[in-house]
């Protein structure tokens, strides 16, 4: 499905339409996550909401046994929507921001789809992580994490702030996004070998007289 862009412009206005008709707090956040929207993500996200546009143009729900459709987040978590991740743990994953407000811009997404008063400790705790390598990596001035959520899908933003920079979100541009995970991924540890009890008396015996050093991997 290839939009022009006076479609998408229609598309996001009526989106933005139904939004002010729902009872929800975070109204301008959602908002916003439209606007910044581009074509591939605004067609991923009509196709994850069962969302058509009918030969008139018009927006409609396609009609579902499910009574909740599901997510960008969710997408997200289940590789159905590229993203560039930066960090995993058990209970959620750390991705960059790809419309950010500055360079470094993360989001923790929680596996789970949860709304913000039962957002895990390990998410908060993920966050400060990513926060530390940022400081590290980029020297941002500071740095503001705050929680929100998009579609009652909780996260945590992990915002730099730099000297004589203004908060601003951009498009961010692919290579741009690729250095910066490169810079802040985490790398999995791989497991530590067994040795066999041969081995360690025999190690033992080689190194009787050698004083003890203890490696760990970074």
Sequence with gaps: MALTSEQIEEIKQQLIAQIE????????????HILDLNEEQLEEFLKQNKIKITESGQLQQEPSKQTTSQC?????VKNQVPSYKIAETSKAIAILEINP???????IIPLQHIKTDKLPK?????????AKKIKTK???EDIKIETSSFQEHS????IPIYKNEKLEKH???ESELKQLQSKLETKKRSPRKKSS???TKTTQSINNNLPQITFRIP
């Excluded at 008709?21 to 916003?32: D, F, S, T, V, Y």
């Excluded at 960008?72 to 997200?76: D, G, K, L, P, V």
């Excluded at 407000?101 to 989001?107: A, D």
């Design 155 to 158: 996260m945590v933003n992990v």
């Design 171 to 173: 498009q961010a541009k």
């Design 101 to 107: 407000l500055s360079k470094g811009h993360s989001i």
């Design 21 to 32: 008709k729902l009872p929800q707090e975070n109204k301008e956040e959602i908002k916003q």
């Design 72 to 76: 960008i987040f969710c997408s997200i």
């Design 138 to 140: 980029l020297k941002p």
């Design 197 to 199: 009890k041969t081995e």
């Design 122 to 130: 390990s998410a908060l705790s993920l966050a400060q992580k990513i």
